[in-house]
């Protein structure tokens, strides 16, 4: 039985030719014609039958700053419409496999996997005990898209999934084919380019809707099918919590002062009434369900001692209860239930005071439908729910706090001044004492609602910790309970936040810590100094305490994005995977354990690429089972947007997080041979002095300023941080994000592959062997990992388009930056083929084919965009052109930063 009636040839096909129609009938034929002769220009050179790209060149010369926003809004629709075709695909394909049972890091390959390691019930038990997968959504600012194009982008998806997966009369086809038309032509006419940057609730809104709209429902999918196949093989085994969805978005302060406590107590509440009323519709469901007689049948003691608690406790609600629906207990129960919901935002008694209440009254159906032998009605229509509850609580995600370092020092200084305590001038020693001290008194050393004269940095600290206090006593300790420090250096750094929220009654110690203070060491020095400032902590008094209070377990961060940008791709890949083994033991010494966090990015050189492989690839002493990660930008949809793709990606995390618990708990030090440590011990020291050398270099930054559109990034509303922290134009101050995503747009993505192929001749120069490079390519997750990592950043590269960028900077720049670039991006890709032993950079075929495919259509976006960009002066039209270019090759490459 076919499961679709199409294939993503008929999608690009069809949508490109209704992309042209709505073209001429909006515009005029002959920009039709314009967009069609540049179209076909760049296919034929990409396909050998012209010599070079002179004809497309002379195309776009002619085109007036008319033209130049016809074709650019044309290739950006193109690559919008053509990246649905392919999500469709990916779904085809998701639920062809399924069918067949064949489909690769899918659940059934996860229980698979245990039965043929010969995995007993008990130890199976064990691993999803331990396993908890917690995705943590972001404000970052790599979203190129506008919320409205995005919504018009998901009703055309919709459409297609109509008219490939139901069985259509010509009429139906018809009807759902002018719908595509008409949302088609809507989106021709809509802005792509935002007219103004989006605020901190913008950015929270639309994390909440991926997962309100979309991961509320298939996490109990995920669930569901998990324990179908685990009761086959170990029916004794009961399924844990295995997700937890957090986010940054509406919370995380650091470096984006437009995120107020104002926006954070926006966020608590709006996500609290969202997931309040999901469960209340979802209860007013099931009362549609739970409709049995109960003088039919013995609904149970527990039940009914249920049911008069709240009868006592809502004496008139239950009345009402009663007379709707006499002689029918279930009903009556949702009713009383769906009352104490609605309380929780009201001044009213009686509403739930937290999750595990509502929890214990969907237990109690549950068992009372089992006993009556309803088993599939509690499994279909209750178990789902308690799995959701379980899962998003009275939160929908909980949030956590960020701030820099910097700021804390100095809020805690400037208070400590005010009650006569001399902190700026004390030593990293002296400082801990004093902190470790005032924590462990009784009374408080601050007043946090009037702190005295204080900075602006300060009030704003000491306001946020204020807050914090009455976020827990209204939303609870879960909704805002994790703080991440950025740039932590020193343990004072992670002292001081837990100082403040001691303050602020967070923390009220030995007995209770209110707070996960999460130290985010991101530069080389940090990283490094690992040991001293993890293990002083373990040491403290204080801390030990507020790490018993949180069951011992230290959260700890580690930032991808700067340790690239500091050390570039391979150095900051071998010096992440050895600190998080340096991690893993010192937490081991110290019998704490360690969840690990990674500050993952969407893009390969920010710590991007698949997750599951990531994960498997994770040194097995970091694998407590426990893990956290960023989802950001662009990837939050391209993972999120399809439910479906959204169920899929959620399975392969939990794959890949029991197959790596298990091994794990098999192996708990990974068998690494140390001539392979000593390989990358070459590589990597070699790599980086190679990339500082041309980080250092005269001119280089002006050379970036030059060669890319980081002129443009900065100034387009993507998101409400600004682009770099202080606003000058420097490598060290600029934000990862759009470092990345700027040489991402000129296609010379050095950020995913600069200095590997001359780190990796330093080795073979030392007496190093390609066999050697071979085999840790095959049995070293890590080395694997990495490597392929580096093809797609190298396919995605090229440098024929970047000649066009590098044409933009001073000659005397061009000649001796570009020329290197190129070689270096030769020595990479020569020698990632030959450890590889492939002859395409690329392993997955599918994604050969798109890069194939997308290719010729990025080409005349990036030559319109160099052409703007070396315009000295550009008028109001050709700045929006400008602007749409990076939308359009963002789309294209499926990828900003």
Same mark, same amino acid.
Not at 466 to 490: H, K
């Given at each position: 039985?076919?499961?679709?009636?199409?294939?993503?040839?008929?999608?690009?096909?069809?949508?490109?030719?209704?992309?042209?129609?709505?073209?001429?009938?909006?515009?005029?034929?002959?920009?039709?014609?314009?967009?069609?002769?540049?179209?076909?220009?760049?296919?034929?050179?990409?396909?050998?039958?012209?010599?070079?790209?002179?004809?497309?060149?002379?195309?776009?010369?002619?085109?007036?700053?008319?033209?130049?926003?016809? *074709?650019? !809004?044309?290739?950006?629709?193109?690559?919008?419409?053509?990246?649905?075709?392919?999500?469709?695909?990916?779904?085809?394909?998701?639920?062809?496999?399924?069918?067949?049972?064949?489909?690769?890091?899918?659940?059934?390959?996860?229980?698979?996997?245990?039965?043929?390691?010969?995995?007993? $019930?008990?130890?199976?038990?064990?691993?999803?005990?331990?396993?908890?997968?917690?995705?943590?959504?972001?404000?970052?600012?790599?979203?190129?898209?506008?919320?409205?194009?995005?919504?018009?982008?998901?009703?055309?998806?919709?459409?297609?999934?109509?008219?490939?997966?139901?069985?259509?009369?010509?009429?139906?086809?018809?009807?759902?084919?002018?719908?595509?038309?008409?949302?088609?032509?809507?989106?021709?006419?809509?802005?792509?380019?935002?007219?103004?940057?989006?605020?901190?609730?913008?950015?929270?809104?639309?994390?909440?809707?991926?997962?309100?709209?979309?991961?509320? &429902?298939?996490?109990?999918?995920?669930?569901?099918?998990?324990?179908?196949?685990?009761?086959?093989?170990?029916?004794?085994?009961?399924?844990?919590?295995?997700?937890?969805?957090?986010?940054?978005?509406?919370?995380?302060?650091?470096?984006?002062?437009?995120?107020?406590?104002?926006?954070?107590?926006?966020?608590?509440? !709006?996500?609290?009434?969202?997931?309040?009323?999901?469960?209340?519709?979802?209860?007013?469901?099931?009362?549609?369900?739970?409709?049995?007689?109960?003088?039919?049948?013995?609904?149970?003691?527990?039940?009914?001692?249920?049911?008069?608690?709240?009868?006592?406790?809502?004496?008139?609600?239950?009345?009402?209860?009663?007379?709707?629906?006499?002689?029918?207990?279930?009903?009556?129960?949702?009713?009383?239930?769906?009352?104490?919901?609605?309380?929780?935002?009201?001044? !009213?008694?009686?509403?739930?005071?937290?999750?595990?209440?509502?929890?214990?009254?969907?237990?109690?159906?549950?068992?009372?439908?089992? $006993?009556?032998?309803?088993?599939?009605?509690?499994?279909?229509?209750?178990?789902?729910?308690?799995?959701?509850?379980?899962?998003?609580?009275?939160?929908?995600?909980?949030?956590?706090?960020?701030?820099?370092?910097?700021?804390?020092?100095?809020?805690?200084?400037?208070?400590?001044?005010?009650?006569?305590?001399?902190?700026?001038?004390?030593?990293?020693?002296?400082?801990?004492?004093?902190?470790?001290?005032?924590?462990?008194?009784?009374?408080?050393?601050? &007043?946090?609602?009037?702190?005295?004269?204080?900075?602006?940095?300060?009030?704003?600290?000491?306001?946020?910790?204020?807050?914090?206090?009455?976020?827990?006593?209204?939303?609870?300790?879960?909704?805002?309970?994790?703080?991440?420090?950025?740039?932590?250096?020193?343990?004072?750094?992670?002292?001081?936040?837990?100082?403040?929220?001691?303050?602020?009654?967070?923390?009220?110690?030995?007995?209770?810590?209110?707070?996960?203070? *999460?130290?985010?060491?991101?530069?080389?020095?940090?990283?490094?100094?690992?040991?001293?400032?993890?293990?002083?902590?373990?040491?403290?008094?204080?801390?030990?305490?507020?790490?018993?209070?949180?069951?011992?377990?230290?959260?700890?961060?580690?930032?991808?994005?700067?340790?690239?940008?500091?050390?570039?791709?391979?150095?900051?890949? /071998?010096?992440?995977?050895?600190?998080?083994?340096?991690?893993?033991?010192?937490?081991?010494?110290?019998?704490?354990?360690?969840?690990?966090?990674?500050?993952?990015?969407?893009?390969?050189?920010?710590?991007?690429?698949?997750?599951?492989?990531?994960?498997?690839?994770?040194?097995?002493?970091?694998?407590?089972?426990?893990?956290?990660?960023?989802?950001?930008?662009?990837?939050?949809?391209?993972?999120?947007?399809?439910?479906?793709?959204?169920?899929?990606?959620?399975?392969?995390?939990?794959?890949?997080?029991?197959?790596?618990?298990?091994?794990?708990?098999?192996?708990?030090?990974?068998? *690494?041979?140390?001539? /392979?440590?000593?390989?990358?011990?070459?590589?990597?020291?070699?790599?980086?002095?190679?990339?500082? &050398?041309?980080?250092?270099?005269?001119?280089?930054?002006?050379?970036?300023?030059?060669?890319?559109?980081?002129?443009?990034?900065?100034?387009?509303?993507?998101?409400?941080?600004?682009?770099?922290?202080?606003?000058?134009?420097?490598?060290?101050?600029?934000?990862?994000?759009?470092?990345?995503?700027? /040489?991402?747009?000129?296609?010379?993505?050095?950020?995913? /592959?600069?200095?590997?192929?001359?780190?990796?001749?330093?080795?073979?120069?030392?007496?190093?062997?390609?066999?050697?490079?071979?085999?840790?390519?095959?049995?070293?997750?890590?080395?694997?990992?990495?490597?392929?990592?580096?093809?797609?950043?190298?396919?995605?590269?090229?440098?024929?388009?970047?000649?066009?960028?590098?044409?933009?900077?001073?000659?005397?720049?061009?000649?001796?930056?570009?020329?290197?670039?190129?070689?270096?991006?030769?020595?990479?890709?020569?020698?990632?083929?030959?450890?590889?032993?492939?002859?395409?950079?690329?392993?997955?075929?599918?994604? &050969?084919?798109?890069?194939?495919?997308?290719?010729?259509? *990025?080409?005349?976006?990036?030559?319109?965009?160099?052409?703007?960009?070396?315009?000295?002066?550009?008028?109001?039209?050709?700045?929006?052109?400008?602007?749409?270019?990076?939308?359009?090759?963002? $789309?294209?490459?499926?990828?900003?930063?």
């Amino acid at each position: 039985m076919s499961l679709h009636s199409r294939d993503v040839k008929q999608d690009v096909r069809e949508l490109g030719a209704l992309l042209g129609d709505v073209l001429a009938e909006q515009t005029s034929e002959g920009a039709f014609e314009t967009v069609e002769d540049i179209r076909n220009s760049a296919i034929s050179y990409r396909e050998g039958e012209l010599d070079s790209r002179e004809e497309l060149d002379q195309i776009l010369e002619a085109l007036s700053p008319q033209g130049e926003s016809i *074709v650019a !809004r044309a290739f950006t629709t193109y690559f919008e419409l053509i990246n649905l075709a392919e999500e469709r695909e990916r779904v085809r394909v998701v639920r062809q496999g399924s069918q067949s049972g064949d489909l690769e890091d899918g659940l059934v390959a996860t229980v698979e996997t245990l039965v043929e390691s010969d995995a007993d $019930a008990e130890t199976v038990q064990q691993v999803l005990d331990d396993v908890l997968i917690e995705p943590t959504f972001t404000a970052h600012p790599t979203e190129a898209r506008r919320k409205t194009v995005k919504a018009k982008l998901r009703s055309i998806a919709h459409r297609l999934e109509e008219l490939d997966e139901r069985r259509v009369t010509d009429r139906e086809h018809e009807q759902l084919w002018r719908k595509v038309d008409a949302e088609v032509t809507s989106l021709w006419q809509t802005s792509q380019v935002r007219e103004r940057r989006p605020e901190p609730q913008d950015e929270a809104r639309n994390v909440q809707w991926y997962i309100e709209n979309i991961l509320f &429902d298939v996490v109990g999918e995920v669930y569901a099918e998990l324990e179908d196949l685990l009761a086959e093989e170990y029916p004794e085994v009961d399924v844990p919590k295995l997700f937890e969805f957090r986010s940054w978005a509406g919370s995380d302060r650091d470096g984006n002062p437009f995120v107020t406590p104002e926006v954070t107590t926006d966020t608590l509440e !709006r996500q609290r009434g969202v997931v309040l009323e999901k469960y209340s519709q979802a209860l007013k469901r099931l009362s549609g369900v739970l409709s049995q007689d109960g003088r039919r049948i013995d609904v149970g003691a527990e039940l009914e001692r249920s049911l008069k608690a709240d009868r006592e406790r809502l004496p008139g609600v239950a009345r009402e209860a009663e007379e709707r629906y006499p002689g029918e207990p279930y009903r009556q129960k949702l009713k009383l239930m769906r009352e104490r919901l609605r309380r929780i935002e009201d001044v !009213r008694p009686d509403g739930y005071a937290e999750k595990s209440e509502f929890l214990e009254d969907l237990e109690a159906i549950d068992r009372s439908l089992r $006993a009556t032998g309803a088993d599939v009605v509690a499994d279909e229509y209750v178990e789902p729910l308690m799995r959701q509850v379980d899962t998003f609580g009275f939160t929908l995600a909980s949030l956590d706090l960020r701030d820099h370092q910097e700021n804390h020092t100095e809020a805690v200084h400037e208070a400590l001044a005010n009650e006569g305590i001399d902190y700026r001038d004390r030593d990293e020693e002296e400082r801990i004492e004093v902190l470790t001290e005032a924590i462990l008194q009784s009374e408080p050393v601050l &007043d946090l609602d009037d702190p005295g004269e204080v900075s602006e940095t300060a009030e704003r600290v000491l306001r946020r910790f204020a807050m914090l206090g009455e976020w827990q006593r209204e939303f609870g300790v879960s909704a805002i309970d994790t703080y991440c420090i950025s740039m932590t250096e020193e343990p004072s750094h992670v002292l001081e936040v837990l100082f403040l929220a001691d303050q602020a009654g967070v923390v009220a110690l030995p007995d209770h810590c209110g707070l996960d203070v *999460v130290p985010l060491l991101e530069t080389e020095s940090a990283l490094n100094g690992a040991r001293r400032i993890m293990g002083t902590l373990f040491e403290n008094e204080a801390y030990a305490q507020a790490l018993e209070a949180r069951n011992d377990t230290q959260e700890i961060m580690l930032g991808y994005s700067d340790s690239n940008k500091e050390n570039g791709f391979l150095a900051a890949n /071998w010096d992440l995977y050895k600190n998080q083994r340096r991690l893993a033991q010192i937490c081991d010494d110290f019998d704490v354990r360690m969840r690990l966090f990674h500050g993952r990015g969407g893009s390969i050189s920010r710590g991007g690429g698949p997750m599951n492989e990531a994960m498997l690839a994770l040194p097995n002493e970091t694998v407590t089972g426990q893990i956290k990660f960023t989802e950001q930008g662009e990837a939050i949809a391209e993972k999120y947007a399809n439910p479906q793709i959204a169920e899929r990606n959620l399975e392969q995390m939990l794959n890949a997080q029991v197959r790596a618990r298990h091994q794990a708990i098999r192996e708990p030090q990974e068998d *690494v041979r140390e001539e /392979w440590v000593e390989a990358m011990d070459e590589m990597a020291p070699a790599a980086r002095e190679q990339y500082r &050398d041309l980080l250092e270099s005269d001119g280089f930054v002006t050379y970036f300023g030059q060669a890319t559109p980081i002129g443009v990034i900065e100034d387009l509303n993507l998101g409400s941080r600004p682009a770099s922290r202080s606003g000058e134009r420097t490598v060290e101050d600029l934000r990862a994000i759009p470092w990345v995503f700027s /040489w991402t747009q000129s296609r010379c993505i050095i950020t995913g /592959w600069y200095a590997l192929g001359s780190g990796i001749q330093a080795y073979l120069d030392s007496g190093g062997d390609v066999e050697t490079l071979q085999e840790m390519y095959e049995e070293w997750p890590f080395f694997r990992t990495t490597l392929d990592n580096a093809s797609l950043a190298l396919a995605r590269t090229d440098f024929e388009i970047a000649e066009y960028y590098a044409d933009l900077a001073d000659e005397d720049l061009r000649e001796e930056f570009f020329p290197h670039l190129r070689e270096e991006y030769e020595r990479a890709r020569d020698v990632v083929l030959e450890v590889t032993d492939r002859d395409s950079l690329l392993k997955r075929e599918w994604l &050969d084919e798109s890069l194939r495919r997308r290719n010729p259509y *990025v080409d005349p976006l990036n030559v319109l965009q160099t052409r703007l960009l070396r315009k000295t002066h550009r008028t109001d039209d050709e700045e929006q052109t400008l602007r749409l270019t990076v939308k359009g090759i963002a $789309a294209g490459m499926k990828n900003t930063g």
